[in-house]
């Protein structure tokens, strides 16, 4: 019963937090905050029913190049954009897909590699708020803060929801962060910008960093200047994934440009990858391709990678496709161009849209077997941590 219990609390916060915005798929909001649609509601952020404390030890980050058992997309809007990705995942990508308030079916997506989870959403930029999957051979879900949660209740509570739905264990890291400003590889460091320290302003970046380690598992932190740092981002976000992409572990694509404040971003990435070396101990190789500031910012390093396919960004106005192909294909992938002229006028592409299972491609995923969800009316506030201990969550939660 207390399980039963704690979904149906979970739901019941995401029912009662969206009353300002009626969700259009014509009309999807954009990757930044719509004022003129959506009303803060003021209140704290609400961690979801699930486990407290840090992720157990034996639990990691996978990179996104490692394999990948599902992909969860959230169905808010760019439906066309959406179904190819979800017929590139489970087709070459070989993957499940997880769609949070999908269609009963897609075309040319398998009935047995599809999975549809009844949840409402706010909406599409599943990367941000969805699950950050973490594995100790079976999946786990770590669930942040969304930017946007006093905006956004319905999204907020996505990695939640997926959790109980799939039954893995969630992980309530009590800090805000993006998935989209998340990278890692295989040997536990972690890419982010500066945008992570900022909106967890009321802590210092050492007892961010603490949760980022206590709650992922890395062993690492590299930070990055966003365009626009220490301003408002100029790409709406300010995220790691609008200008580089790790490959594998030595190769790294990186966004190149003459535009302003984005030239000077992706040339300080390109300095500190030219200074730096791989895990391997050898030079990092360094894959460059155009990007440039028009109408949005247009980038090819927002894409999703799945079990050795890249499903990339494509733009109606470009001539850099050709390279942009040639580039992932460079690292071994093979190449799904999708479609995202509409989407990237809104703050992001195909990385943005998606977020990664980690697990054995072509199987069912292995449920975790040591999820414990109860019900938990929790509302304080972020706070600063008293010792910078990995008993994170208890003081965030303490009280309760």
């Known amino acids: 019963m207390a399980k039963k219990n704690g979904?149906?609390?979970?739901?019941?916060?995401?029912a009662l937090?969206?009353?300002?915005?009626?969700?259009?798929?014509?009309?999807?909001?954009?990757?930044?905050?719509?004022?003129?649609?959506?009303?803060?509601?003021g209140r704290a952020p609400e961690l979801a029913p699930s486990r407290r404390g840090p992720t157990p030890s034996d639990f990691r980050m996978p990179a996104e190049y490692e394999?990948?058992?599902?992909?969860?997309?959230?169905?808010?809007g760019y439906t066309s954009m959406l179904s190819s990705i979800a017929r590139a995942v489970t087709g070459p990508g070989k993957a499940q897909v997880w769609v949070v308030g999908g269609p009963t079916s897609i075309s040319g997506v398998p009935a047995e590699k599809?999975?549809?989870?009844s949840a409402r959403l706010d909406t599409v930029w599943m990367r941000d708020y969805g699950p950050f999957g973490v594995s100790n051979g079976k999946p786990g879900i770590v669930d942040s803060v969304y930017r946007h949660y006093q905006y956004r209740r319905n999204d907020d509570a996505v990695p939640g929801v997926l959790g109980q739905a799939k039954n893995i264990g969630v992980y309530a890291m009590p800090i805000i962060m993006d998935g989209g400003n998340l990278m890692?590889?295989?040997?536990?460091?972690?890419?982010?910008?500066n945008r992570t320290y900022i909106w967890n302003a009321g802590m210092s970046r050492e007892?961010?960093?603490?949760?980022?380690?206590?709650?992922?598992?890395?062993?690492?932190?590299?930070?990055?200047?966003?365009?626009g740092y220490p301003g408002e981002p100029a790409d709406g976000t300010g995220h790691i994934d609008m200008f580089i992409k790790l490959l594998n572990d030595n190769t790294v694509l990186l966004a190149v440009t003459e535009d302003q404040p984005f030239k000077a971003a992706c040339d300080k990435a390109m300095a500190w990858f030219k200074a730096n070396k791989a895990p391997n101990g050898q030079p990092y190789k360094i894959i460059t391709v155009k990007g440039w500031s028009g109408d949005a910012w247009y980038t090819y390093t927002n894409s999703t990678l799945v079990n050795g396919v890249a499903i990339v960004p494509s733009y109606s106005s470009s001539s850099e496709e050709a390279n942009a192909k040639a580039a992932y294909e460079q690292a071994g992938y093979r190449v799904v161009p999708v479609p995202s002229d509409d989407s990237i006028v809104a703050g992001g592409s195909i990385h943005c849209v998606t977020q990664t299972i980690p697990g054995a491609p072509g199987k069912d995923v292995d449920r975790t077997e040591i999820p414990v969800f109860y019900g938990m009316d929790v509302s304080v506030p972020l706070?600063?941590?008293?010792?910078?201990?990995?008993?994170s969550a208890d003081q965030l939660l303490q009280g309760f």
């Open 184 to 193: 890692v590889d295989s040997q536990g460091t972690l890419y982010h910008t």
């Open 383 to 391: 706070a600063p941590l008293t010792d910078g201990a990995s008993r």
């Open 17 to 41: 937090s969206t009353g300002a915005y009626a969700l259009d798929l014509n009309k999807p909001l954009p990757n930044w905050i719509d004022h003129s649609r959506e009303k803060s509601d």
């Open 7 to 14: 979904f149906l609390t979970l739901l019941l916060l995401s």
């Open 67 to 76: 394999p990948v058992s599902a992909v969860t997309l959230g169905w808010a």
């Open 114 to 117: 599809y999975s549809r989870i």
């Open 207 to 227: 007892q961010v960093d603490a949760h980022l380690k206590n709650y992922l598992k890395v062993k690492k932190i590299v930070t990055f200047d966003y365009a």
